[in-house]
């Protein structure tokens, strides 16, 4: 949900951003997000039907230059990958941009109900209505 949303967001502000998604287990490569997770972002207009997983790399620590996760032990296993000094991107968790220092994971609706997509959507609408805000000003700046 937070690839579509983001990417949503960015094209609508203008912004010629490179935003991808990826997971640090292989298990469901290949394929679709939840249906509950399509229809969710379906409802707020945004199609991420045509999104497939896929698992991180090390060349995405150095294409990107933030790379986020949703939860903290999701951040964790991002740090054990990256190689110090060699790669570029910077880890954070997504709702440090609502919360900066609190270290909140957006909660997992996978075991949930469409309620808990809802829940899980929102606050990454939020969180990247903050990035927006944030990197949008920085780039007209420059």
Known sequence: MAEGVLKDMAEKHGLDWEIDSAGTEYYHVGEK?????ISQCRKC????????????????????????????????????????G?????????????YPGENRSVPDPWYGTEEDFQIAYDLIYSACEAIIKRYAVLKTMR
């Open 33 to 37: 997000p939840d249906r509950r997770a």
């Open 45 to 84: 207009e945004i199609d991420i039907s045509h999104q497939r997983a896929r698992r991180i790399t090390s060349k995405d620590f150095e294409e990107f230059d933030i790379i986020y996760a949703l939860a903290d032990n999701v951040l964790d296993e991002l740090r054990e990958m990256k190689s110090p």
């Open 86 to 98: 060699k790669n570029h991107s910077s880890l954070r968790l997504l709702l440090d941009e609502l």
